[in-house]
């Protein structure tokens, strides 16, 4: 059964720092694995999504790399901002199209 | 891009009663949707698949007596807390399946009390 996990829990950090958000996954038969974001009461937005055949996908201040093989993949923001604070949800899609959500990374960026 | 939403955001109910949350995607026909349900500070767990025309499939754990779901088109699956308890207290987010791809529904905040 996959297991998705993600490091760390929460995250402070002041504003302009570039910070890298982990996640692992026991079975590394995925078909890709997507990043979302949730801001408190609300729902997800996809943020990046990366195909099993590859390795990293870029958004603005966000990449996103996958190590398939090695079952992890990891968030980069860069210069982060006060805005960028939410819960960053890892997830993982098998070939049943069926998602498997990390815990998530509460991302705190100070003034 | 597509759009899912939910009705309602937010609800209260009292113990013992029903509660209907539905499921629509507005700009795509949607044959698979998803329930997931969502404890606070926790990580979203699914909970089951609903396709068009046929029953949901549910996960593991989850009572489909209690979480009664009916996907009537292929814009509409609707969930059903039935005899709800304060323990059903959660967020519930649904999401489509358009091709490869899942978009997800605002959720909906259900408080029993």
């Known amino acids: 059964k996959q297991e998705v996990t993600q490091i760390p829990a929460a995250l402070s950090v002041p504003e302009g720092e570039n910070l890298v958000l982990n996640c692992s996954f026991t079975?590394?038969?995925?078909?890709?694995l997507q990043w979302f974001r949730q801001d408190p009461g609300k729902g997800l937005t996809s943020l990046l999504l990366i195909q099993s055949s590859q390795r990293e996908q870029t958004s603005g201040r966000l990449n996103a790399s996958l190590d398939k093989s090695s079952g992890r993949s990891t968030l980069y923001i860069a210069a982060s901002q006060p805005g960028d604070s939410a819960t960053y949800l890892c997830?993982?899609?098998?070939?049943?199209?069926?998602?498997?959500f990390g815990p998530g990374t509460r991302l705190s960026v100070l003034p | 891009g597509a759009v899912v939403s939910q009705h309602p955001s937010r609800v209260i109910c009292k113990s013992g009663t029903s509660v209907k949350i539905e499921c629509r995607s507005l700009d795509f026909q949607a044959t698979t949707m998803f329930w997931y349900r969502q404890f606070p500070k926790k990580s979203l767990m699914l909970m089951a698949t609903s396709n068009e025309g046929s029953k949901a499939t549910y996960e593991q754990g989850v009572e489909k007596d209690k979480f009664l779901i009916n996907h009537a088109s292929l814009t509409l699956s609707t969930l059903t807390v039935t005899s709800a308890h304060p323990e059903d207290s959660s967020f519930y987010i649904c999401?489509?399946?358009?091709?490869?791809?899942?978009?997800f529904g605002p959720g909906t905040r259900l408080t029993v009390t």
């Open positions: 999401s489509a399946l358009q091709g490869y791809e899942q978009y």
């Open positions: 997830a993982v899609r098998d070939y049943g199209q069926n998602f498997v």
């Open positions: 079975d590394s038969a995925i078909y890709n």
